[in-house]
């Protein structure tokens, strides 16, 4: 009977770190032509992304990051290379991965079909079977958890950009997704909206262990959608990867055009002036560092 047990929990432990594992998605040196000739060449740094993982893929405008989306969620095919996502080319076989990708477009007009927000959220769930009953409990849910309960008879397209936004990602929430894509999610989102839909993305992360992938332009939030990111160059190079916090405190960023956020910029200089300071992105944690220091100079 103990062996019996010991062979099942070794099976158990064998398939948490199998699935712990499994890689989501793998790009492998993807290149692809638009019409008028521009072509995004996605090659550098292996571009691997496990299950569970939240990384960003940070560039400047025209770099290819939604390229690299496109790829995932199988919109483009590639003249060379390769996308597997779950196991099979998104190009070719989405509508056998659909049901586990959620996403938000950088340009959410594409995206939004249903004559009222309500029933633009609960479009794909019930497309996908969810029963009409669960569908509209989830819907009611995400509805209040990202305060846009409101609007939930509107119509999707008279609403402003940043309502629009919300609504979105709504949609690619409700039918609980494996993987979340967000193109420039915070873009048009007011300050406090972004904290609130950051610490609720956070927290479903952490509940369900969905895997994101990301572009984000403003550099303050990065951390709160990553933990990994890669710093795309023009024509779709990947040139950098490491943790968010390496990629700002290891290297000039300002070569891609990116602005690292001050806090950044502030524990720099300070390590200048002197201050033996760790690396953070998290400003309560600095201020920490500074009063120990500071108080360790007025009572040595
Ligand atoms: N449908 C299209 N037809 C032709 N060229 C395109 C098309 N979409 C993108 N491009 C070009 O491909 C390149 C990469 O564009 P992409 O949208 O991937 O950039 P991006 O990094 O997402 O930029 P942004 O930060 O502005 O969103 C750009 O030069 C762009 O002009
Ligand atoms: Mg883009």
Not at 150 to 167: C, T
């Amino acid at each position: 009977m103990h062996l019996r047990y010991a062979a099942l929990r070794t099976a158990y432990i064998i398939w948490v770190i199998k699935m712990d594992d499994e890689l989501v998605v793998d790009i492998n040196c993807v290149e692809h032509t638009y019409a008028g000739g521009v072509k995004v060449d996605i090659c550098g740094k292996e571009f691997k992304v496990k299950r569970g993982e939240r990384l960003a893929v940070l560039g400047a405008n025209g770099s290819g990051k939604s390229t690299l989306l496109k790829h995932i969620l199988g919109l483009i095919v590639p003249n060379s290379g390769r996308v597997t996502v779950f196991g099979k080319d998104p190009a070719r076989q989405y509508d056998e991965i659909r049901s586990r990708i959620g996403t938000v477009m950088q340009n959410v007009d594409e995206q939004l079909i249903g004559p009222t927000v309500f029933d633009d959220i609960a479009f794909s769930a019930l497309n996908f079977g969810l029963p009409r009953a669960e569908t509209h409990r989830r819907v009611e849910a995400i509805l209040h958890a990202l305060n846009i309960y409101d609007l939930r008879n509107r119509l999707p397209h008279y609403l402003s950009g940043g309502e629009r936004k919300k609504v979105a990602l709504a949609g690619a929430l409700v039918f609980k997704p494996e993987l979340l894509i967000l193109d420039e999610p915070m873009e048009g989102i007011d300050y406090a909206s972004r904290r609130e839909i950051a610490g609720f993305l956070g927290a479903l992360h952490k509940e369900t262990g969905m895997t994101m992938i990301s572009t984000i332009h403003d550099m303050n939030v990065v951390s709160n959608l990553a933990d990994k990111g890669y710093v795309m160059k023009h024509g779709g190079k990947l040139d950098l990867y490491g943790t968010i916090t390496g990629l700002f405190f290891n290297h000039d960023l300002g070569d891609y055009n990116l602005a690292p956020p001050p806090v950044v910029t502030l524990i720099k200089e300070l390590r200048l002036k002197g201050f033996d300071l760790h690396s953070t992105l998290d400003l309560n944690n600095l201020c920490s560092q500074i009063t120990a220091i500071l108080e360790s100079r007025l009572h040595p």
